[in-house]
């Protein structure tokens, strides 16, 4: 085996040098390798998820509208000067409208990171379907918000007439058993995704 | 000790979970899923590969004094890297994996083996012990997600066999201790036999 490098001053800081240099040019050069296809990837799933939740169409509104809206009242406020803004994808087929997807999100869920939720909604507002795109929910608790049982029961209702919260809280959502925190997180960011559909339309937006 | 059995220490008898008990934090936290622990053991593996192949050719060059800190940077470098590239190509894995893949640099395993043993050896046996004991690991995971899946979930990589509810607690944090509690006892008692 070759001699070691003895441990004097110089050495040391030589090599620490040399070593940071040599890592940073490498990692440098790996995150503009993979810097499309990270962005690609997180456009992909994006749009994996449209496509679930709306109806067949064949061309997607590219520029996506921000709405924003006051927040829900008794909600603390997050910072935003009392508005949510909630991006808006417009689907079209032959030219028309067929639906509207809105990426949603809610802070309450059990744990801290914000879960998020792709809804499609119909141009008449009823929910065609929805996707969990985000959650760090416990295992085999609070994760069943991502299976068809619970999210099945948000198809093809109205939340004009579906109380969008969970039975005991007086609506009409079967919370998942023993995950009533994550069920009212997917209620409340399904009543603020359809808050910003009802002013959304309301300017003429889903025409 | 030849090549082969440099290799194969790993699985059973020097096994990172099993036997040394090291790199405890990502093995309890990430084997919820059969699918889970191979993708951690696979990430882990490839760190452990190649910064052995790195701190082996570098260590003539490295003072003693400022050794640690050299393995680390080097050690962070692989694990951004795969960081960027499982981000890029398995955003789905990224994604259940989380804050882990980002934590395989305070991994003992990793650091252990670049001290232990890639500063002391040859290019060769390094790079041999880096696969053998980074497939090991991702043995112990696999094996310990798949059983924790089996039982609490009633699938084993995703494909259910078993329909109605499973006992919950093996996906939940105390099953990850209780199993691998058994399966701690159960490498021992065959390791006694051998």
Do not use: H
């Not at chain 2, 990430?43 to 003539?60: C, D, E, G, I, P």
């Amino acid at each position: 085996m070759a001699k070691k490098v003895k441990s004097s001053f110089i050495n040391m800081v030589l090599t620490l040098t040399i070593i940071t240099v040599v890592a940073s040019l490498a990692l440098g050069s790996i995150y503009n390798l993979t810097l499309e296809p990270i962005a690609a990837a997180k456009k992909a799933a994006e749009e994996r998820a449209i496509k679930l939740v709306l109806p067949t169409f064949d061309t997607l509104n590219s520029d996506t509208i921000w709405v924003s809206i006051p927040v829900d009242p008794g909600v603390e406020d997050q910072g935003n000067g009392g508005q949510d803004s909630l991006r808006f994808y417009k689907a079209y087929r032959d030219g028309k409208c067929v639906g509207i997807a809105v990426k949603t999100f809610s802070n309450q869920a059990y744990d801290p990171t914000q879960i998020q939720i792709m809804v499609g909604f119909l141009p008449d507002g009823v929910i065609d379907s929805t996707v969990v795109t985000q959650q760090k929910e416990t295992p085999g608790l609070g994760t069943k918000m991502t299976g068809d049982k619970f999210n099945g029961q948000f198809a093809g209702k109205n939340p004009a007439t579906f109380k969008l919260f969970v039975t005991k809280d007086g609506g009409q959502v079967d919370a998942i058993t023993a995950s009533t925190i994550s069920s009212r997180a997917v209620c409340d960011a399904l009543r603020r995704a359809y808050r910003t559909f009802e002013s959304f339309e309301k300017e003429g937006g889903t025409e | 000790m030849n090549q082969w059995q440099n290799f194969t220490k790993g699985f059973i008898k020097e096994n990172a979970v099993f036997v040394l008990l090291l790199g405890l934090c990502p093995t309890l936290a990430v084997t919820s899923s059969a699918i889970n622990g191979l993708g951690m053991g696979l990430a882990t593996t490839f760190v452990l590969v190649a910064s052995n192949m790195v701190v082996t050719s570098v260590k003539s060059f490295i003072p003693d004094k400022v050794r640690i800190p050299s393995f680390i940077v080097i050690i962070a470098s692989f694990v951004t890297i795969v960081e960027l590239v499982m981000q890029a190509y398995t955003p789905a894995l990224f994604d259940t994996l989380g804050i882990f893949i980002p934590l395989i640099v305070v991994n003992c395993l990793v650091l252990g083996r670049a001290e232990g043993f890639a500063s002391k050896q040859s290019f060769l046996s390094s790079m041999i012990d880096g696969l053998g004991m980074g497939l090991g690991f991702t043995f112990a995971l696999t094996l310990l997600g798949s059983v924790r899946e089996m039982l609490g979930n009633g699938s084993i990589f995703d494909v259910k066999f078993a329909t109605g509810d499973a006992i919950l607690i093996f996906i939940l944090q105390p099953g990850a201790f209780i199993v691998l509690g058994y399966l701690i006892a159960l490498i021992n008692k065959l390791r006694k036999t051998t």
